[in-house]
């Protein structure tokens, strides 16, 4: 790798490593896979990516080994609660970027009569994440024995082993699969985009740029374009009623003193039900539109 090309370490299977490609694509960067298929070099912009585990994601960027890097908010912050496995406080976390989305949760078997946190108190809890669970214990003023495993977690209280578990869960699905029920939530987790922020000035300059392509994808891609035709006495009700629109832009109608056009980009999802709203203010040939790409 040259040390000229920005290095971006993203999951290399797993839960996030679609996504993360997939939004590297949108922001227009063109990979081509090694033959080992771990590092991706694009053609057209001077960028590396590096394909590894999710847990090695923070120490390649802390090393700056890679500069920039995407990895679950759970991955992270478990490590930053532990000041022993390093200065991984340092990262910055520079963009929520809204998929990979689980949260890291306590659950019992499903009999137990759960009455609130007190109930673990004197019990067993396995987990892969003792950092965080430690840390939330503490808060909650629970004194509970904690047994660290790195897979199967779930099997824990079937094989005696623990009382409770602290995992990630996304639907639910595995828990309900071992008898278990989820009754805390001790973190919500997304990936994130993070990034070294001690890069020298070229490598600092690159890294900018392909966020300001992230951020624009982002926006674009949770935003609409909304166009309709309105009369010019409801006008004022109508702009209050489009979603997350500040300044929308009105445009006279040829032929028509009475009725102007309305263009605006709304940065939250348009409903139904927001739509039946504009049209019972008066708007007409109304249209809502994806947008490709956005940048401010």
């Known amino acids: 790798m040259e040390s000229s090309r920005l290095k971006i370490a993203i999951q290399k299977s797993g839960r996030l490593a679609e996504h993360s490609l997939k939004l590297l694509a949108k922001c227009g960067i063109k990979l081509e896979k090694s033959k080992d298929q771990l590092l991706c070099r694009a053609q057209n912009f001077p960028i590396d990516v590096l394909l590894v585990r999710d847990d090695d994601i923070p120490a390649f960027v802390l090393t700056d080994v890679c500069q920039l890097g995407i990895v679950g908010e759970n991955v992270l912050n478990e490590l930053q609660v532990q000041p022993e496995s390093g200065n991984y406080s340092n990262i910055q976390v520079v963009k929520k970027l809204g998929f990979g989305h689980c949260r890291l949760s306590l659950a019992v078997p499903s009999e137990v009569v759960y009455a609130g946190i007190k109930y673990l108190n004197g019990k067993t809890i396995a987990t892969s994440y003792k950092g965080l669970l430690l840390e939330y214990l503490k808060d909650q003023n629970v004194n509970a024995k904690i047994v660290t495993m790195n897979g199967a977690v779930e099997i824990a209280p079937k094989t005696q082993l623990a009382d409770a578990i602290c995992d990630l869960v ?117 249209l809502v539109m994806p947008i490709e790409k956005m940048m401010d």
Not at 176 to 194: D, M, R, T, W, Y
Not at 239 to 267: F, M, W
Request: hydrophobic share 40%; no cysteine; proline share 4%.
């Open 170 to 286: 996304s639907t639910g699905n595995t828990l309900a699969s071992n008898g278990l029920k989820e009754v805390e939530v001790i973190l919500n987790s997304q990936a994130v985009l993070v990034r070294n922020p001690d890069m020298n000035d070229s490598l600092s300059l690159l890294s900018n740029r392909l966020i300001t392509r992230v951020r624009a994808v982002l926006k674009a891609q949770n935003s609409r374009y909304i166009v309709l035709h309105a009369p010019v006495s409801m006008l004022d009700d109508i702009k209050g009623v489009l979603p997350g629109s500040e300044a929308p832009t009105v445009i006279p109608l040829k032929g028509s003193d009475d009725q102007v056009a309305v263009h605006a980009v709304s940065d939250e999802e348009i409903f139904w039900n927001t739509m039946e709203d504009l049209k019972a203010k008066g708007a007409s040939s109304i």
